[in-house]
């Protein structure tokens, strides 16, 4: 292919961080008007080598070309004058600022009362983004603060941001990472209304599934390196995987039949309720012996985030009795369940999950620093933190350019989960509730962390799952419970339910 039918090329990029080569020699080139996927494991590479095409970072090495020119990008703004847009893992939006002041951020339409006075004409940026969401099938009221949407609806206001800047080069980072299915199949044809309307399209992701159904073209990465391009459709996703993640993968979970042991969490007639004063949760009740997996399947938003929540503490019951191997916990604060033994993966890694500001050793000891061998007579010993890190930073495969030193805020999102589960699982607690334990994680690190799951059950240990992924859940859980509109409407073995059954309950069809 000649250099000039590529609207983006990327010759020899090297980039490093400390400790790390984030992207090593890598050349690739993007066609106008293609879906373009980028696959690779957690840390691989990816968003550093899109983030460089949107300013953000600048090669050590290697050369830009966007449309036949050599580029020099040392801002994002640079980017957005070549019409180069990008939506981020973690969406770059101002909570209070309405949906409107966030799309004209930097590029207010200004005009002048009396010919004197300059104020930002909203009114005209509103009524171009309304034109904006309607032509390519993402409605949002511009009035709204961001604070009070939800994510999809976010996430639509960063595409709305690309298209208000009049981008033809959308790059989209992990940008199902935080969607429902429902959401997601959304997006994705949106993403197809887009490329159809001309744009060029690149899908930073590890979800194989999404790549086969919309890609064209597929760049592999693996530890910074450009491992090959493959055309989609002549691709099988089992050879992608095993080209991702470097060895054979497997998508199913060996799992022995459960040995279950003694009652440890009874959940009996749980109401939860919102700060509308609204009942997410309705009379709620369930048990978990050691030796299962209890998984808790519904469509997101149905109340079982609030269930998880009031088990581990950081929700109010209104109602409702919550026992833990007998002794009932429902009035005690987060330290003292954690010391019951109550570990705790929330859906939100960032915002409960740890510190972004700490570093990796701090967040691995988070729950237990007063403790021996931690702290000594009050006095801390941050050499125990590093050593302990170092072990479950082995075990868990958590990649991270400086070891135990790396500020977690720096780490890809999928290394923080990693983390997060490590933590938690080491804590050694009876009860271990992971909710969405593999969202935004690649193909080798869910079947790691499943492994660890199952590895948890065999030892005795209770678990609770709340996941949105309905083959996580047949895959993994030993009983089932569904949950609709904040009522378990059916509690059952997870071998006398097919998945079709469980996705009718979900729907609130059956029960």
Do not use: W
Not at 37 to 47: D, I, P, T, W
Not at 219 to 238: F, M, P, W, Y
Not at 408 to 429: C, F, H, P, W, Y
Request: with cysteine; glycine share 10%.
């Amino acid at each position: 292919m000649e250099d000039g039918d590529y609207i983006v090329e990327m010759r020899h990029i090297t980039k490093r961080f400390p400790g790390i080569v984030a992207n090593d020699d890598i050349s690739i080139g993007i066609r106008r008007g293609e879906i373009f996927a980028f696959l690779g494991e957690n840390g691989a590479g990816k968003s550093t080598l899109m983030s460089m095409l949107f300013g953000m970072y600048e090669p050590d090495e290697g050369e830009i070309f966007v449309r036949g020119q050599k580029v020099s990008l040392s801002s994002s703004n640079e980017a957005a004058a070549l019409n180069i847009g990008m939506v981020h893992q973690h969406f770059k939006l101002i909570p209070n600022y309405t949906i409107a002041e966030n799309i004209i951020l930097g590029i207010e339409p200004v005009r002048k009362a009396l010919g004197l006075f300059p104020y930002i004409d909203i009114k005209i940026a509103s009524e171009r983004i309304l034109e904006l969401s309607k032509n390519y099938g993402l409605e949002v009221d511009p009035a709204l603060r961001i604070e009070e949407v939800n994510v999809s609806t976010q996430q639509r206001v960063e595409i709305l941001k690309m298209l208000y800047r009049d981008a033809e080069i959308l790059i989209f980072d992990e940008p199902t990472a935080v969607l429902t299915p429902q959401e997601i199949t959304f997006l994705l044809k949106i993403m197809e209304e887009l490329r159809d309307k001309g744009k060029t399209i690149i899908l930073i992701t590890h979800k194989l599934e999404e790549i086969k159904q919309i890609a064209g073209r597929c760049a592999i990465l693996r530890r910074g390196r450009l491992i090959k391009v493959l055309n989609v459709d002549e691709a099988s996703t089992q050879e992608m995987a095993n080209l991702m993640v470097g060895r054979e993968v497997s998508f199913k979970r060996e799992k022995t039949p459960p040995h279950y042991r003694d009652m440890v969490l009874e959940v009996e007639g749980l109401t939860v309720r919102n700060e509308n004063h609204f009942d997410v949760v309705k009379d709620a009740s369930f048990s978990i012996r050691g030796g299962e997996i209890f998984a808790i399947a519904g469509v997101s938003g149905n109340g079982q985030l609030e269930i998880a929540d009031a088990i581990a503490g950081l929700a109010k019951p209104s109602r409702g009795r919550i026992s833990l191997k007998g002794r009932d916990i429902t009035g005690e604060n987060i330290r003292r369940r954690t010391e019951d033994g109550v570990s705790y993966i929330p859906e939100d890694r960032q915002k409960y999950g740890m510190i972004l500001d700490f570093n990796l050793a701090d967040n691995l000891v988070i729950k237990t620093y007063y403790r021996a061998p931690f702290s000594e007579k009050g006095v801390l010993r941050p050499g125990e933190f590093g050593n302990f890190a170092l072990g479950l930073i082995e075990r868990y495969d958590i990649r991270s350019g400086q070891g135990a030193k790396t500020i977690t805020r720096s780490m890809s999102g999928g290394n923080q989960q990693k983390a997060i589960v490590a933590r938690e699982i080491s804590l050694d607690s009876d009860l271990l509730i992971f909710v969405q334990p593999t969202r935004g994680l690649d193909i080798g690190a869910i079947e790691h962390i499943q492994n660890q799951i199952l590895e948890e059950r065999d030892k005795g240990k209770a678990v609770l799952l709340i996941s949105l992924e309905l083959d996580e859940v047949m895959n993994l859980a030993d009983t089932i419970g569904v949950i609709f509109n904040g009522r378990l409407l059916h509690i059952a073995p997870a071998e006398n339910l097919s998945a079709n059954e469980v996705g009718e309950y979900m729907m609130g069809v059956k029960g």
